[in-house]
DNA sequence: TCCCGAGTATACCGATCTGTATAGTGTGAG
DNA sequence: CTCACACTATACAGATCGGTATACTCGGGA
């Protein structure tokens, strides 16, 4: 990816997230990433590409986030369950005062068929398998309802926080997980 | 409200809910309602105020139905606090399948100043004063955070139903609530 | 009968949208 | 030096955006 590429995701990426994606257009992303926009469609061809590879890279990025801080975790499964809403505790205080990018794009992209759509489905069952999986070192009968009481928890407190419902959303769903694995 | 006007917030109602708020055109909403843009803009006076009332009826009927719901609900607070995610998961059914409507058009909605924010923010405010004031029935001593428990249960729930990350998630988020009143 | 308000139809405004075309600049490799 | 390539600058096409103006139809009430 040619250094202006990279300036041109990144404006992107913080446009998209902070104006929403059709409120955004490529000459403010073209400019904001001092490009213009002849080399913005060189290197990605349309708008819709630059959105897929806006939630391509931040998914990534979130992906990459959790697993080192799972790899900096202790090996008990629970306390890797809490690490990972540390982690989201941590991401959401530098990179997501509004809530979950991917959940924000798919108010916006309703067609199922948007080259998008895959990539934001993509992250929300990757996060269920990451926490059935944990959840079967917690509890290996009924895994699957305790990852997705997990789920729940943790993606009410991505509204939360981006609503600014009330304080620490995060950390609430947090000591909520903990009080739930330690019933187990 | 003249015949015309509701024609118009009813087709607005739902391509803003459908499509996202910046991809529905007036043009569009002017064809779909039936109406010339002249009289939608005799009626509402801008795009903006049509989503500022699109978002208040929609609040405004939410409100009702759960105050229904409630009214056939028995007594005990805690069957009264599931009633909500029954109402809530009969709401979605014929009304939410993308997730919720204030969530998604506070993705689209970044300015504070907008004066759709405070019917967004009211609309959860009330929700979480709504689970407040039944968790004081059930727990007086920290109904706050109990409050706040199913508060993210719900919200989740929501996110979870309009992004289907797996079957019946409020049904799920409903027994979970029925767990931790139970624990009470 | 007349009038008035609600609504229709159509054409238009300036601005902005996504996307393209042409011409020129700077730089590093061979 | 040359060549390829990344990039800049400017202009523009076609469509659509929110918003307005003019002229018309229709039905109910005084």
Redesign the pocket.
């Known amino acids: 990816m ?6 041109v995701l990144e404006a992107a990426a913080r446009l998209f997230y902070e104006r929403g994606i ?9 400019h904001e ?18 959105v897929v590879e806006y939630l391509a890279d931040r998914d990534e990025r979130w992906r990459a986030f959790v697993a080192r801080r799972l790899d900096a975790a202790p090996p008990e499964p629970a306390a890797r369950v809490l690490a990972v809403f540390d982690a989201s505790r941590a991401w959401a205080a530098e990179h997501s005062p509004k809530g979950c990018g991917m959940v924000n794009a798919h108010a916006e992209i309703s067609d199922p068929e948007h080259p998008a759509h895959p990539v934001i489905t993509g992250q929300k069952r990757w996060m269920l398998a990451l926490f059935t999986g944990l959840a079967e070192g917690v509890r290996p009968a009924g895994a699957e309802p305790l990852a997705r009481t997990l789920m729940l928890l943790h993606e009410g407190a991505l509204v939360a926080h981006g609503l600014d419902m009330f304080p620490d959303a995060i950390g609430h769903a947090r000591e909520q997980a903990h009080a739930l694995l330690a019933a187990c």
């Open positions: 040619t250094p202006a590429a990279r300036r059709h409120a955004v257009g490529v000459d403010l992303i073209a990433a001092g490009v213009t926009k002849k080399t913005l469609y060189d290197r990605f061809g349309s708008k819709e590409q630059i």
